[in-house]
T-cell receptor, first 113, second 114 residues
Framework: DAKTTQPNSMESNEEEPVHLPCNHS???????IHWYRQLPSQGPEYVIH???SNVNNRMASLAIAEDRKSSTLILHRATLRDAAVYYC??????????????FGKGTLLTVNP | NAGVTQTPKFQVLKTGQSMTLQCAQD?????MYWYRQDPGMGLRLIYY???????DKGEVPNGYNVSRLNKREFSLRLESAAPSQTSVYFC?????????????FGSGTRLTVV
């Protein structure tokens, strides 16, 4: 199964950009890259997903390396409300071995005021 | 607000007791899921329902049963609760089983088995 590797924790300052890295060197052609976050005492929340091209939405941007072996979630201006665990997950939309959404331990993002 | 609603939010059970966790979604999603999250861990899939009328085992199904009551509702039952089932339980839904669609999660049920 294709897996992802994320740092256990990162720190940022409020109103500064945050770049959260994810490595997925064994990604397959039908694996979408999904990002979720989980705020304290809440359920996970969908953030963004992409396949090959960079993606932007109101919450964040997703930058995908040309070889697709890594990606970066970008929060353009971190706020205290962005403090959460961020999960990078591969999901095989062809119904292959990664079709289930499988959560690792993620990256704990701390935002300093 | 549209979303996934879980009841109850908190529950304490004695070992051997049974209970049912309820989940309902109002987004007309076809697929629904039950996850559990233990302290300091990621979420693990217990059971899922790809579409109304179907259910299947996930990563950690032992000790649980599920019912897809209709398109909106997906319940999780603990027949004889054990302390190892102390966890936070999350229900989720998605538009379809495959496809790149995001999941929507409920706010969780915090279960303690003593």
């Amino acid at each position: 199964d294709a897996k992802t590797t994320q740092p256990n924790s990162m720190e940022s300052n409020e109103e500064e950009p945050v770049h959260l890295p994810c490595n997925h060197s064994t990604i397959s052609g039908t694996d979408y890259i999904h990002w979720y976050r989980q705020l304290p005492s809440q359920g996970p929340e969908y953030v963004i997903h992409g396949l090959t091209s960079n993606v932007n939405n109101r919450m964040a941007s997703l930058a995908i390396a040309e070889d697709r072996k890594s990606s970066t979630l970008i929060l353009h201006r971190a706020t205290l409300r962005d403090a959460a665990v961020y999960y990078c997950i591969l999901r095989d939309v062809s119904g292959g071995s990664n079709y289930k959404l499988t959560f690792g331990k993620g990256t704990l993002l701390t935002v300093n005021p | 607000n549209a979303g996934v609603t879980q009841t109850p939010k908190f529950q304490v059970l004695k070992t051997g007791q049974s209970m049912t966790l309820q989940c309902a979604q109002d987004m007309n999603h076809n697929s629904m899921y039950w996850y559990r999250q233990d302290p300091g861990m990621g979420l693990r899939l217990i059971y899922y329902s790809a579409s109304e009328g179907t259910t299947d085992k996930g990563e950690v199904p032992n000790g649980y049963n599920v019912s897809r009551l209709n398109k909106r509702e997906f319940s999780l039952r603990l027949e004889s609760a054990a302390p190892s089932q102390t966890s936070v339980y999350f229900c989720a839904s998605s538009e379809v089983w495959t496809g790149p669609y995001g999941y929507t999660f409920g706010s969780g049920t915090r279960l303690t088995v003593v």
